[in-house]
């Protein structure tokens, strides 16, 4: 899988600064013009997403299957987020996976049992401990979002084909000066196009798609 460069990056949405689940959520997002950019799609993306936000050192060493697993929270945090935007009841397996996460981080070593050592204790791969620490956290962030204080500012960006989530403030419902751009201009296209409706109710086309030839005065 190639990673996904570009050379102007979006800028955070509202309300990602604070909750680093609505970044979570907010990484993978759909342009115009049929592209989408996944900064999650390949483990150095992965790595340095959680770089970037403290959640892990430099040179993890991301492998394939750490970064599905933050993949795969990512879907169930949107599912939860459009549930909750919409008004609709949680999935239950967005929360069941949302409270797995929070349980997977390991506080201790693990007892373990082998047939030539015996019991004996053994430590979680440290790659794997960073990961299931940083999706624990992440999950905990999500939960914090959907019943705190801001829950309700919660909404989906109202540009499409944007699919970003924000923070509400006012009247505000983009996730950036782009997409709040995009949006007017759509509007402003829909109110010339339904004015000049009624001044083309009068024009007919032949079935062939060619316009009648014009009398000459």
């Known amino acids: 899988m190639e990673e ?3 050379a102007d990056p979006l ?18 997002v759909t342009l115009p013009g049929g592209q989408r950019l996944d900064l999650l799609d390949t483990p150095a993306g992965a790595e ?19 970064a599905s697993l933050l993949r795969s929270l990512r879907d169930h945090v949107r599912a939860l987020l459009a549930a909750h935007a919409a008004g609709r009841p949680a999935p239950a397996d967005a929360l069941t996976a949302l409270n797995d996460a929070l349980t997977r981080a390991p506080a201790a070593s693990l ?3 082998d047939p030539d050592r015996g019991l004996y204790r053994e430590t979680a791969h440290p790659v794997a401990r960073i990961v299931e620490h940083a999706l624990a956290v992440l999950a905990a962030d999500t939960a914090d979002l959907l019943t705190g204080p801001d829950a309700d500012r919660l909404t989906a960006c109202g540009s499409t084909p944007c699919n970003r989530y924000l923070l509400r403030h006012g009247r505000r419902h983009w996730c950036s000066v782009r997409c709040g751009d995009r949006a007017r201009a759509a509007r402003a296209y829909a109110r010339r196009t339904a004015a000049a409706a009624p001044h083309l109710r009068g024009t007919t086309t032949p079935p062939d798609g060619t316009r009648p030839p014009r009398t000459r005065l």
Do not use: K
Not at 12 to 24: I, K
Not at 48 to 66: F, H, I, K, N, S
């Open 48 to 66: 340095r997403w959680l770089v970037d936000r403290g959640l892990a050192p430099v040179d993890t060493g991301m492998q394939e299957l750490c």
């Open 4 to 6: 996904t460069v570009i």
């Open 111 to 113: 007892l373990r049992w």
């Open 11 to 28: 800028p955070s949405a509202p309300g990602a600064e604070r909750y680093p689940a609505l970044d979570l959520a907010n990484s993978a």
